[in-house]
Nanobody
Framework: QVQLVESGGGLVQAGGSLRLSCKAS????????MGWFRQAPGKEREFVSG????????FYADSVKGRFTISRDNAKNTVYLQMNSLKPEDTAIYYC?????????????????WGQGTQVTVSS
């Protein structure tokens, strides 16, 4: 129904920036709330940021608040995660996800579709 493909990951030094993109294929992109999650080796997949359908409401995990910015361009079927002031602790596979829930969702169980992930590695 909807396919999500992340891109923009890579290797960056601490303090640097990356912008992740999540391109959705489907005709109902604007009906989904979107979220970014990440999973580091040996850790649970954790919520990073979420955005509602129109892009007017956002939410961030405490660990990234003030450093990351989520946005979406519904005309392009794309969600972005701008990551600034990156830390080695941000190293993880970052996943884009879509939720049929109306508002911003922070729990991964409420997300219905997932991308394949993109690796972000922050060196110290």
């Amino acid at each position: 129904q909807v396919q999500l493909v992340e891109s923009g990951g890579g290797l960056v030094q601490a303090g640097g920036s990356l912008r992740l993109s999540c391109k959705a294929s489907g005709r109902t992109f604007s009906t989904y709330s979107m979220g970014w999650f990440r999973q580091a080796p040996g850790k649970e997949r954790e919520f990073v940021s979420g955005i509602n359908r129109s892009g007017t409401n956002t939410f961030y995990a405490d660990s990234v608040k003030g450093r990351f910015t989520i946005s979406r361009d519904n005309a392009k079927n794309t969600v972005y995660l701008q990551m600034n002031s990156l830390k080695p602790e941000d190293t993880a596979i970052y996943y884009c996800s879509a939720s049929r829930t109306q508002g911003v969702v922070t729990v991964k169980n409420y997300y219905d579709y997932w991308g394949q992930g993109t690796q972000v590695t922050v060196s110290s």
